[in-house]
């Protein structure tokens, strides 16, 4: 292949500004606040899990609180009706009476009984409560800290992205000055290697830091000016300039 050496020349610039293109990518995907996302997105995800469970559990307690506190409330009902009925000496029977009074004693054990139910049901449903509010009190702080670091990461992509598309318009100006199937070259080996052509510089390719063999020096030397040549270690385009040391 035959190209202009001004128009091979250009490979370098077209080079050095897909390296900036490589680099400007690599800290789109690398920005440090991706990861942190990641993982308060994860953290966020465990916490909204524990708040429904936690939510569950202070439900549950709550109607088990209402049914309890309904039993006493039937309980003492019963044993304020008893009661009335003692205290007002329609039993005469001292059967009755024996009976009645069984019952009452009874039945105010079973309200002591099921009065214990209840506050320990409130002591339970007291700690539920704040579990509640303490994971969600978490997630807020989570969900705050989450914000932020999308907050960071969408105005760094801007600034990248900004970049990002200068370096792409320069590099569409330099693309326009090389031949087509020079440029065609260029970007199969750049796919290959990722880089497409560097510069023979002291008789050393820069694309991977080999020093060319004598033969090899003197069979560039031996090219014409606007003959492509190649990198016989790495295959990378050697651009030449009077820096090459032919």
């Known amino acids: 292949m035959k190209a202009a050496p001004e128009a091979q020349k250009r490979l370098l610039d077209l080079a050095e500004l897909d390296t900036s293109l490589d ?30 469970a936690a939510e569950t559990e202070a439900g549950d307690l709550a109607r088990d609180q209402a049914k309890a506190e309904s039993d ?24 009755d009476l024996a009976s009645l009074q069984s019952e009452i004693t009874s039945l105010r054990r079973r309200q002591s009984d099921l009065e214990e139910v209840v506050l320990e049901i409130m ?11 303490s ?25 990248i992205d ?24 260029y970007e199969k080996l750049r796919e290959q290697s990722g880089v497409g052509a560097a510069m023979l510089h002291g008789g050393r390719c820069l694309g991977c830091r080999t020093s060319l063999s004598i033969a090899d020096l003197n ?19 050697l651009v030449r300039t009077a820096e090459s040391g032919l």
């Open 23 to 52: 680099r400007v990518r690599h800290r789109r995907r690398t920005l440090p606040d991706l990861a942190e996302i990641d993982e308060l997105s994860k953290r966020l995800a465990r916490l909204a899990t524990q708040v429904i």
């Open 72 to 95: 006493v409330d039937a309980v003492r009902v019963r044993v304020d009706r008893d009661t009335k009925r003692l205290d007002s000496g329609q039993v005469s029977s001292p059967k």
């Open 123 to 133: 002591e339970r449903r007291e700690a539920a409560d704040a579990q509640v509010e």
């Open 135 to 159: 994971l969600r009190s978490e997630r807020d702080k989570v969900t705050g800290t989450l914000r932020a670091a999308e907050e960071r990461r969408d105005a760094a992509f801007a600034e």
């Open 162 to 185: 900004k970049e990002g598309g200068e370096l792409t318009g320069r590099r569409t100006t330099v693309s326009a000055d090389i031949p087509a199937d020079l440029l065609a070259l």
């Open 219 to 237: 069979r560039i030397r031996a090219a014409a000016h606007d003959e492509v040549v190649r990198c016989e270690e790495c295959r990378r385009i």
